[in-house]
Nanobody, 116 residues
Framework: QAQLVESGGGLVQPGGSLRLSCAYS????????MGWYRQAPGKEREMVAV???????TYADSMKGRFTISRDNAKNMVYLQMNGLKAEDTAVYYC??????????WGQGTQVTVSS
């Protein structure tokens, strides 16, 4: 069974918005800070935003003011609202725990493409 299932990606024009969703396995990720990550072709995976169990968010500098991470612990869901999307935001977006060790589990991600 999938431990992490991302959804909500798609094709959007520059300046547009998308809302990504991540459903996680409660038994595995309960109490953990969760984050959104992204990886573009030829680039390393990078952190987009992180949110603690209690709801305190942290963002990468390039996402501040544009992205909002949130979660609903009762529903085992983490969300990423993305506004003012730019071409450089094009990537596969993943959710996972804040600390992912080498060889750790990753889901399939959801593709976000920002293009006219």
């Amino acid at each position: 069974q999938a431990q992490l299932v991302e959804s909500g990606g798609g094709l959007v024009q520059p300046g547009g918005s998308l809302r990504l969703s991540c459903a996680y396995s409660r038994s595995i990720f309960i109490f953990l800070p969760m984050g959104w990550y992204r990886q573009a072709p030829g680039k390393e995976r990078e952190m987009v935003a992180v949110i603690t169990w209690g709801g305190t968010p942290t963002y990468a500098d390039s996402m501040k003011g544009r992205f909002t991470i949130s979660r609903d612990n009762a529903k085992n869901m983490v969300y990423l609202q993305m506004n003012g999307l730019k071409a450089e935001d094009t990537a596969v977006y993943y959710c996972n725990r804040r600390e992912v060790r080498s060889g750790g589990y990753w889901g399939q991600g959801t593709q976000v493409t920002v293009s006219s």
